[in-house]
């Protein structure tokens, strides 16, 4: 079966930076589309970012030029750099292995 684990969460100041990671098991990494989804307090989980298995990615207009989402094949690995953060970037981060693998979640709070 299938899992993806996240890690790299944590409090940081506005303008701050992390990157989480997104771990995954299993021989399918490599053929399948990934994705950063988050869900903030009292709203719907959204997409952040996307990456295909061929390196396309795709981000949400609020990310753009601050966020870069990648992928090391090697590793079965799958990552969210996060530059510049807001407090608006604040929410639980989950992670998503195409078609319907997600992760537990890990919380992002950006915070003076």
């Known amino acids: 079966q299938v899992q993806v684990v996240e890690s790299g969460g944590g409090l940081v100041q506005p303008g701050g930076s992390l990157r989480l990671s997104c771990a995954a098991s299993?021989?399918?990494?490599?053929?399948?589309?990934m994705g950063w989804y988050r869900q903030a307090p009292g709203k719907q989980r959204e997409l952040v970012a996307s990456?295909?298995?061929?390196?396309?990615?795709n981000y949400a207009d609020s990310v753009k030029g601050r966020f870069t989402i990648s992928r090391d094949h090697a590793k079965n690995t799958m990552y969210l750099q996060m530059n510049s953060l807001k407090p608006e970037d604040t929410g639980v981060y989950y992670c998503k292995l195409q078609p319907r693998t997600w992760g537990q979640g890990t919380q992002v709070t950006v915070s003076s």
């Open positions: 299993g021989s399918i990494f490599s053929i399948c589309a």
């Open positions: 990456i295909t298995s061929s390196g396309t990615t």
